[in-house]
């Protein structure tokens, strides 16, 4: 006989079944609830937490691309369409009093020389200003304060910057305010020297360019006529 005074256990009992009675599932960890909170969080950062602070940690920034073409040493690497042309004459072709190496543009200028800063203003701001607004300006300046020089010297450091020209002899305003003249007669032989003929202004000199690149472009091929 069995003892009044025990319980009976549930397991006995015919009613319980454990396909439907399941247990509960233990609770993970305590640190991999909080990964998965911080991963829920943070996205993008996995889920990665600095373990002293318990700040996520960010990402560092990517280094630049280094190339070393044989002797050069490491520098950045720059894509061609960005890539600057470097100037390979870092000076004057020619010397602020070397005026009669182009005595015909010398005599205009001693004559006119608001023609000759006309066509410099014209090329060096590419056609940006013409050559007769740039020759009034300079004309009106002259007649109305007798000192040109404070319009003309920012073209010569329009020209300087275009072509990485040192500040030389003197600085632009002394230059122009002491050699009006012979400054004005230089800078016009500069941009001749470099392909820029002031003569016959913006619109011609890039005509002539393109007649260039058409006379170097490679033929096209032709079909035998049979």
Not at 71 to 78: C, D, I, K, S, T
Not at 174 to 198: M, S, V, W
């Amino acid at each position: 006989m069995g003892r009044p005074d025990q319980t009976p256990s549930p397991r006995m009992h015919n009613n319980f079944n454990p396909m439907f009675h399941p247990q509960p599932a233990p609770e993970p960890p305590v640190y991999e609830k909080q990964m998965v909170d911080t991963e829920q969080k943070y996205p993008h950062n996995g889920g990665m937490l600095n373990q002293s602070s318990g700040v996520p940690n960010m990402p560092r920034p990517v280094q630049p691309t280094y190339i070393n073409p044989g002797r050069m040493g490491n520098q950045p690497y720059v894509p061609p369409q960005m890539a600057r042309p470097v100037n390979i004459n870092q000076n004057w072709t020619s010397g602020l009093f070397d005026c009669m190496n182009d005595g015909e543009n010398a005599i205009i200028t001693c004559f006119f020389p608001f023609v000759t800063f006309g066509q410099i203003a014209e090329v060096t701001d590419e056609g940006a200003t013409s050559c007769g607004t740039g020759g009034m300006l300079y004309g009106l300046i002259c007649c109305l304060f007798g000192i040109p020089c404070v319009y003309s010297c920012t073209f010569r450091a329009k020209i300087r910057s275009k072509f990485g020209l040192p500040d030389a002899p003197a600085p632009d305003w002394i230059t122009h305010c002491f050699c009006e003249y012979c400054a004005l007669c230089q800078e016009y032989r500069e941009l001749k020297n470099r392909g820029l003929d002031p003569a016959i202004g913006w619109s011609g000199n890039v005509q002539r360019q393109r007649q260039q690149q058409e006379m170097m472009a490679p033929p096209m091929g032709q079909r035998m006529m049979g």
